[in-house]
T-cell receptor
């Protein structure tokens, strides 16, 4: 079974530039999550999709971050404009359903550096 | 006060030692408790999953949950160099809770097992 795919793996940009990350979840997984993991911290949920609808985006900085999941499969996360404090690893995860503690499968992440 | 507190360590032990990792939490709605392992430059992978209070054992790993004290633990017996990683505790609320399906992570504990 193929895992969660993410690209790019690494990205370096200047502040105020824009950047986009792509995620392809495990086939058949209805729920998709984007997390932000700052160095030395645990992942923090940014947004959760159920199919192509948003379930929770309470911690997404909506003035600069946006995400979509067209057709309920792939997802993109965009930052525009980027700030220095956005430097982090952006993790995508998927699960069969948002059933409490059921396993979320994580991708390898995209490491973003904002200069 | 953070919802989930985890001692970041780092923790360094000799091969064969028993390792104890702990987290405390403040949200009484948490019903599902997990431990994830994260190797360097990889996404987290689920190690142990427990629902409500009690113990769960899987090989060299034992997870304990004490909901009355809002305290969870992970024990690793006969630790191996391959166990060297960051260990993240994570929790989510039960069905009907406002955070259902959303994982809240601890800060992560960096563990090194040296030969």
């Amino acid at each position: 079974e193929a895992g969660v795919a993410q690209s790019p793996r690494y990205k370096i940009i200047e502040k105020r530039q824009s950047v986009a990350f792509w995620c392809n979840p495990i086939s058949g997984h209805a729920t998709l999550y984007w997390y932000q993991q700052i160095l030395g911290q645990g992942p923090k949920l940014l947004i959760q999709f159920q199919n192509n609808g948003v379930v929770d985006d309470s911690q997404l900085p909506k003035d600069r971050f946006s995400a979509e999941r067209l057709k309920g499969v792939d997802s993109t996360l965009k930052i525009q404009p980027a700030k220095l404090e956005d430097s982090a690893v952006y993790l995508c995860a998927s699960s069969l359903a948002p059933t409490g503690g059921r396993e979320q499968f994580f991708g390898p992440g995209t490491r973003l550096t904002v200069l | 006060q953070k919802e989930v507190e985890q001692d970041p360590g780092p923790l360094s032990v000799p091969e064969g030692a028993i390792v104890s990792l702990n987290c405390t939490y403040s949200n009484s709605a948490f019903q599902y408790f997990m431990w994830y392992r994260q190797y360097s430059r990889k996404g987290p992978e689920l190690l142990m999953y427990t629902y409500s209070s009690g113990n769960k054992e899987d090989g060299r790993f034992t997870a304990q949950v004490d909901k009355s004290s809002k305290y969870i633990s992970l024990f690793i017996r006969d630790s191996q160099p391959s166990d060297s990683a960051t260990y993240l505790c994570a929790m989510s609320a039960g069905a009907g809770g406002t955070s259902y399906g959303k994982l809240t992570f601890g800060q992560g504990t960096i563990l090194t097992v040296h030969p």
